[in-house]
């Protein structure tokens, strides 16, 4: 079991000093860390982005007890959506106005940069209808073959898991995800997402036409994030599929020092992609 994160791992990660989550903890009970042998405080990844809520919530306005108790209320309410639960915990994203035909462009180009020479790569993708998917299934399955674990989310009839294959995971029609187009990877030594939402009354644009909010991004905490939402969003028919990688998807990414490259590399890939679209 991973030990957590250190008391200096939350301030890093959150801006929110020492004697401030101190006294946090004193007069609110939260954060509420378990206590190694040593005595010393060890933290949940879930801290985390209570913590950034919080600050978000008390910088806007709400007095520091309520924003706890809202970001605490947030954060155990299971997600329905990708986009929204994303732009909740990273609120910072860019987000673009996108035709689909672009989206399907960055999608190659994560997966692509994502599944060369990546180790443990965990691949995620919602697809919002199963004829979607069918159309791209022989690409994933050729995807699948780099992946420790490959899951696909879109209007299936039943959940589907065959060795070797991606997981077909369904998700209802009157669910959010069904209004979104995603990838999301993380791996060890690499990782990017994209997730679109598509607003209602564009039934009758051409497919490829459709038009999504798209928030992207290359930045490693981010995509591992990402990667827990879909894991939360895998349902509990695919829960014993998913949960053991709860812990690694918990542990703090480790960054390696060629981010910037690995993020100029994507962007390069991408724009060729668009070109090409």
Known sequence: MSAGLRMRDIVDRTGVGEATLRAWESRYGFPAPHRLAS??????ERDVEVI????????????????IERARREADAAPGSIYAELRRQRPELQVSVLPKRSLIAISRAIEDES?????????FGA???????????????????ACELAC???????LRRRPGMPIEIPIAARDPLAREWAVVCDSDDRAACMVGWEP?????????????????????????????ICCDLAGPEAGAIVTPL????????????????????????????????
Do not use: N
């Open 39 to 44: 005595g010393h405080r060890r933290y949940e």
């Open 52 to 67: 950034r809520q919080a600050v978000r919530l008390r910088d806007g306005g709400v007095p520091v007890k309520d924003a």
């Open 115 to 123: 599944a060369y020479g990546a180790r443990d790569l965990l691949l």
């Open 127 to 145: 697809f919002q209808r199963e004829r979607h998917y069918r159309a791209s299934e022989r690409r994933w399955r050729e995807l699948a073959r």
């Open 152 to 158: 696909a989310f879109a209007d299936f009839a039943a």
């Open 200 to 228: 209602p009354g564009q039934e009758r644009a051409a497919d490829r036409d459709r038009r999504f909010e798209v928030i992207w991004t290359a930045d490693r905490e981010t995509a591992r994030a990402a990667a827990r």
């Open 246 to 277: 709860a812990e690694r998807l918990a542990e703090p990414v480790a960054h390696s020092g060629d981010e910037l490259r690995r993020a100029e590399a994507l962007t390069a890939r991408m724009i060729a992609y668009l070109a090409a679209a």
